[in-house]
């Protein structure tokens, strides 16, 4: 069987913790706002996910090219 295989470990840096923590946040408060009867700001604050993922993607890759 497979008792030799070591378990895998993913190191993710502050930089990109933040960015996955403000997205998970955005979409935590879009979906509040929806069930609370808020639609619209639902909808709204729902656009902020891959606002702030791209926004990560941009600067995560210029901080890559760095080094």
């Not at 979906?31 to 700001?41: C, H, P, T």
């Not at 729902?46 to 080094?67: E, F, K, Y």
Request: proline share 3%.
């Amino acid at each position: 069987m497979l008792t030799n295989v070591a378990p895998t470990t993913i190191a993710f840096s502050k930089a990109k913790v933040l960015f996955m923590a403000a997205g998970f946040l955005s979409l935590v408060l879009s979906v509040s706002l929806w069930f609370s009867g808020a639609k619209d700001q639902g909808i709204f604050v729902g656009l902020w996910v891959p606002a702030i993922h791209s926004l990560g993607a941009l600067v995560l890759t210029n901080d890559r090219s760095a080094q």
